[in-house]
């Protein structure tokens, strides 16, 4: 068996855990097969998601259940207009009988987090989750406390209740590797749902993933074999974003205000590797940089005033500009 063999066996035998994990959460939420494969990818990737739908499409429950799949430490934080910083990252506490101040940590101190409505907490709140998403590591006073191995955020957020609400910052947008945005299910979906979820005991998932198993499979999608053309070809997709004439988009030109920027180029690269990964492949084709592009662009391109008076949504140019880009 020769080295190439070798490989793909390699990445077969450990993709195949991840596609039971999908088929486990498959067994408690219906449909949502992309969102759960987002999500995996963002695991394979160390990328936090950030998942956008209205309220009831079990944005929560699919993010508990992977919790569940994953031998990992998991906390949902609901994020409110009252939330304190300190009561994310942990705070100080002083103690009179020695004089001293010991840090208690907060509940970001996870392997998994799930940031319920996070667009529901203040700005200092959500200034406070840029540190942890970024550099993986928390400052409680004048100290740094690492955060553990694997860590990842999974944000939700309500589209159409905007009421009570914070936008996030466009710095903090950029740290979401995904934004994924999900719909309703089909019909036959909802028929399963309501079959599945009204009997005495709804399905629970089972353990299968962990920590050290996630670490070694970021360590294969990491080596995935990478072709020139198709690392021209992602970064011809970011520099379309922010020059569409010069990529022969004159059309675009006027929707843009800013587009992606190199963290998009480092995320659509990884996200295109894992994906490859979970398809049981040992390298990068178009495709997998098309597919998963969108949901990395979507968050990151800044449109102008122009494209929203005429009701043009990032969705719809980032769709034009793909279909555009020539492929390798």
Do not use: W
């Amino acid at each position: 068996m020769n080295s190439v063999q070798q490989i793909n066996e390699t990445i077969r035998r450990e993709a195949s855990l991840f596609h039971d994990t999908l088929k486990e959460v498959g067994r408690v939420i219906v449909g949502q097969e992309r969102l759960i494969n987002r999500m995996l990818i963002g695991l394979l990737c160390g990328g936090h998601l950030l998942i956008e739908g209205v309220p009831g499409l079990a944005k929560t429950l699919a993010v508990k259940t992977l919790a569940a799949t994953i031998q990992a430490r998991f906390q949902r934080v609901q994020f409110t207009p009252d939330l304190l910083p300190s009561d994310l990252v942990g705070t100080q506490i002083f103690n009179p009988r020695t004089g001293d101040f010991t840090a208690r940590t907060g509940p970001i101190f996870h392997h998994i987090i799930l940031a319920d409505e996070i667009n529901r907490a203040p700005a200092k709140v959500q200034s406070a989750l840029l540190e942890a998403m970024e550099e993986r590591q928390v400052t409680i006073g004048d100290t740094t406390y690492p955060l553990p191995d694997p860590f990842i955020v999974l944000a939700t957020q309500n589209p159409i209740e905007q009421e009570g609400t914070y936008p996030l910052p466009e710095a903090q947008l950029d740290r979401f590797m995904l934004k994924v945005v999900i719909n309703y299910p089909s019909r036959a979906e909802e028929k399963v749902i309501l079959e599945r979820m009204t009997n005495d005991e709804a399905p629970q998932a089972a353990p299968l993933l962990n920590p050290e198993g996630i670490q070694r499979a970021r360590s294969i999608v990491n080596s995935l074999y990478v072709d020139e053309k198709i690392k021209d070809y992602v970064l011809n997709i970011i520099f379309a974003t922010r020059d569409p004439a010069s990529a022969g988009l004159k059309d675009l030109q006027q929707m843009i205000e800013y587009g992606a920027s190199p963290r998009a180029s480092i995320a659509l690269l990884k996200a295109a590797k894992a994906s490859a990964f979970l398809r049981g492949r040992g390298y990068v084709t178009p495709d997998d940089v098309k597919q998963i592009a969108p949901d990395i662009l979507r968050h990151r391109i800044m449109t102008t005033f122009e494209a929203q008076a005429e009701d043009v949504p990032a969705a719809a140019i980032i769709d034009q500009l793909l279909n555009q880009v020539p492929v390798p």
